[in-house]
T-cell receptor, first 113, second 114 residues
Framework: AQSVAQPEDQVKVAEGNPLTVKCTYSVSGNPYLFWYVQYPNRGLQFLLKYITGDNLVKGSYGFEAEFNKSQTSFHLKKPSALVSDSALYFCAVRDGSSYKLIFGSGTRLLVRP | EPEVTQTPSHQVTQMGQEVILRCVPI?????FYWYRQILGQKVEFLVSFYNNEISEKSEIFDDQFSVERPDGSNFTLKIRSTKLEDSAMYFC????????????FGEGSWLTVV
């Protein structure tokens, strides 16, 4: 069965520093991977996805993610964090041919001024 | 930018009452979904809907749940007899289909069952 793990409940960084939010996955077949962000009292906003092609995927708000097949990881990154990036981040994998998304447990990112 | 819209944003209902959550998916999208997120827990898949029928549902989506696309724009989730454990944020989502792989979510409807 497909699964996603986000090993960190919370990540804290200082504004201006690079940030990484970790995600590992387990799938049978080719992985279709997604990152969503949830701001307080808001819905899930799509950030970026990996379907095929370049391992480094660029997305919204300056975020990018690196797909690593050998490590089965899809870590979210940003070179310089902003206080406004503070939110809950979810990694998700598509469940085979069904297009159903399997979500990780989420990582709360806190960016200190 | 087109978006998925949901109403109501928050509803409080008494246990045993029926609730209908409404969604307007993105206009050219063909695939529709409901997910839910119990407070502090993962986002969970409930049901997918395509071509006016359910294409997949989870174990959570039992007989008390139903979905409907009553017209060309709305997509509804009905909970027939609410239970305390149905308290959650319910997200509607849609996907274009064909080459469109991305699922776009609405802002959510927060349901509180008392």
């Amino acid at each position: 069965a497909q699964s996603v793990a986000q090993p960190e409940d919370q990540v804290k960084v200082a504004e201006g520093n690079p940030l990484t939010v970790k995600c590992t996955y387990s799938v049978s077949g080719n992985p279709y991977l997604f990152w969503y962000v949830q701001y307080p009292n808001r819905g899930l906003q799509f950030l970026l996805k990996y379907i095929t092609g370049d391992n480094l995927v660029k997305g919204s708000y300056g975020f990018e993610a690196e797909f690593n097949k050998s490590q089965t990881s899809f870590h979210l990154k940003k070179p310089s964090a902003l206080v406004s990036d503070s939110a809950l981040y979810f990694c998700a994998v598509r469940d085979g041919s069904s297009y159903k998304l399997i979500f990780g447990s989420g990582t709360r990112l806190l960016v200190r001024p | 930018e087109p978006e998925v819209t949901q109403t109501p944003s928050h509803q409080v209902t008494q246990m045993g009452q029926e609730v209908i959550l409404r969604c307007v998916p993105i206009s050219n999208h063909l695939y529709f979904y409901w997910y839910r997120q119990i407070l502090g827990q993962k986002v969970e898949f409930l049901v997918s809907f395509y071509n006016n029928e359910i294409s997949e549902k989870s174990e959570i989506f039992d007989d008390q749940f139903s979905v409907e696309r009553p017209d060309g724009s709305n997509f509804t989730l009905k909970i027939r007899s609410t239970k305390l454990e149905d308290s959650a944020m319910y997200f509607c989502a849609s996907r274009q289909g064909l080459s469109g792989n991305t699922i776009y979510f609405g802002e959510g409807s927060w349901l509180t069952v008392v």
